[in-house]
């Protein structure tokens, strides 16, 4: 007989960011915003099944986008999923411009080992896919909603960074299809 698959972690972290986004709307989507942690932590699950990422993928927007903080996730479920989240979450110093801020995050997500990178790809990904399918949708007036000096390029930028500080990913469909979707909406890599 097989043992069950003990969702107790990811169940107590999905009501939790339930919770903590309630309310919210994803960015000019029209939808809760809980989708998308939804959404990373279905991609971090085609990677793996350890309940610790998948709770963090689920996770991983309540300390950035909410009043929660890193305590909170570290007390309600251990240092190692708060670590994850953390890996995960841009800096608010907002005294920084848009590059810095990303350039820091890139480089956190490069630093990071592999598990904090599958939490990463999650969310990088399912953001990815938003932005290629509002792009085919609606074209260049997609960039208008992104808040960064220059605009496509900028949003070009950072998600080629990204794609090579998840590199040591480039063994999983996920990271395949990140690169794959990354080319189709800003052309091929030169």
Do not use: C
């Not at 099944?49 to 309540?62: G, S």
């Not at 920084?96 to 490069?110: E, G, P």
């Not at 808040?147 to 070009?156: A, L, M, Q, R």
Request: aromatic share 8%; net charge negative; no cysteine.
């Amino acid at each position: 007989m097989n043992n069950p698959l003990d969702t107790s972690l990811f169940d107590r972290a999905a009501q939790f960011a339930i919770l903590a986004h309630s309310g919210t709307e994803r960015r000019a989507k029209g939808f809760p915003y809980i989708v998308h942690p939804m959404e990373a932590a279905t991609i971090v699950a085609s990677i793996t099944n350890d309940p610790e990422l998948l709770a963090a993928a689920i996770l991983h927007d309540t300390v950035e986008d909410t009043d929660t903080t890193i305590e909170q996730i570290e007390t309600l479920f251990g240092p190692r999923v708060a670590r994850l989240v953390l890996h995960d979450t841009g800096t608010k110093d907002h005294s920084l411009s848009w590059h810095q801020r990303k350039q820091l995050q890139i480089d956190k997500i490069a630093d990071s080992d592999r598990d904090g990178m599958i939490v990463a790809l999650g969310d990088k990904l399912s953001n990815m896919r938003t932005i290629a399918a509002d792009y085919h949708t609606i074209g260049d007036d997609l960039w208008s909603r992104f808040h960064t000096p220059g605009g496509k390029s900028d949003i070009h930028w950072y998600y080629r960074n990204l794609a090579q500080a998840l590199s040591p990913l480039s063994d999983t469909l996920p990271y395949q299809e990140f690169t794959r979707l990354i080319d189709s909406t800003f052309g091929k890599k030169s």
